[in-house]
């Protein structure tokens, strides 16, 4: 299986500042056949199931501002939210779906600094 | 409104059994791929196993700790999804949520509120 290793563990950001999560998997997510990697971000808030912020990597689900932002390729990912407001704290995953089964990294935690 | 809602969930001895459902609304239930995912208390997201649509075939794949224990169906006349657990341990003992497997390389676009699972003596 493929494992997902997010980094911090936890991270505590003033309002208005920049959160940078990062997320390494043991293997490539990127689908050579669509030059695609197959990277997702969660945010799950206390007491509510997971929420999809970003699919491929780097595009954004409908509906999720645009101050949530993903970028990397292959085994390196990063989700920066640019300007951090109250309503963001949470845990954050990272999923791969690129190798089967499916993977999750262990979560970041977010906080108000 | 697109929704999942999950019942059945409960305290159960180990052992024992459980049928957890999944109630779909608000799309074409039997277009997509559907995934059950728990989720221990105070713990990450573990994908338990998924079912592809009739179309893909309907077929099933569970993740190791629970092959050949759980199994996933559905029922598309029903718009729902169903995870059959038998032979529980105390490390079942979860949040399962269902999960609906979109476009997007198939990351989990839906997910449920989930339904709380417990397997104690």
């Known amino acids: 299986d493929i494992v997902m290793t997010q980094s911090p563990d936890s991270l505590a950001v003033s309002l208005g500042g920049r959160a940078t999560i990062n997320c390494k998997s043991s293997q490539s997510v990127l689908y050579s056949s669509n030059n695609k990697n197959y990277l997702a971000w969660y945010q799950q808030k206390p007491g509510q199931p997971p929420k999809l912020l970003i699919y491929w990597a780097s595009t954004r689900e409908s509906g999720v501002p645009d101050r949530f932002s993903g970028s990397g390729s292959g085994t390196d990912f990063t989700l920066t939210i640019s300007s951090l407001q109250a309503e963001d704290v949470a845990v954050y995953y990272c999923?791969?779906?690129?190798?089967?089964?499916?993977?999750f990294g262990q979560g970041t935690r977010l906080e108000i600094k | 409104e697109v929704q999942l809602v999950e019942s059945g969930g409960g305290l159960v001895q180990p052992g024992g059994s459980l049928r957890l459902s999944c109630a779909a609304s608000?799309?074409?239930?039997?277009?997509?791929?559907m995934s059950w995912v728990r989720q221990a208390p105070g713990k990450g997201l573990e994908w338990v196993g998924r079912?592809?649509?009739?179309?893909?075939?309907?077929?099933?794949d569970y993740a190791a700790p629970v092959k050949g224990r759980f199994t996933i169906s559905r029922d598309d006349s029903k718009n729902t999804l169903y995870l059959q657990m038998n032979s529980l341990k105390t490390e079942d003992t979860a949040m399962y949520y269902c999960?609906?497997?979109?476009?997007?390389?198939?990351?989990?676009?839906?997910w449920g509120q989930g339904t709380m699972v417990t397997v104690s003596s």
């Open positions: 999923q791969q779906r690129s190798n089967w089964p499916p993977t």
């Open positions: 079912i592809k649509s009739k179309t893909d075939g309907g077929t099933t």
């Open positions: 608000g799309f074409t239930f039997s277009s997509y791929a």
């Open positions: 999960a609906r497997e979109g476009i997007g390389g198939g990351a989990f676009d839906i």
